[in-house]
């Protein structure tokens, strides 16, 4: 299984909850879910990733099991990866929604 549709479901309730209108997006091996057209999170293999922004990022590497996002073998500056995201609380998914809210809707839409 490329990612846990489980979590999936949970962390596109917790951008419902808050008022985003997320539509899954099949990316790199897993869903990423888009908000007015911009990635804001998703989920591949045993990780999760969140588009985070620039001005919250060295916060955002704080938190528990966040680590920089590597893609393409170069650190995503304002993206971290969350291992083990399946044993994460609805709470904890649920600051990692708003989290990555709170830049998303900084964005254009597109």
Known sequence: MAFDPDLADRMEAQLRALGAEPIRKSMFGGIAFMVKGNMSYGTSREEMHVRVGPDVYEAALAMDNASPMVFTGRP???????SDP?????????GWAKCTLDFVRTLPAK
């Open 76 to 82: 995503m500056k304002g993206w971290v990866t969350v």
């Open 86 to 94: 399946s044993d994460l609380t609805d709470a904890e998914i649920a």
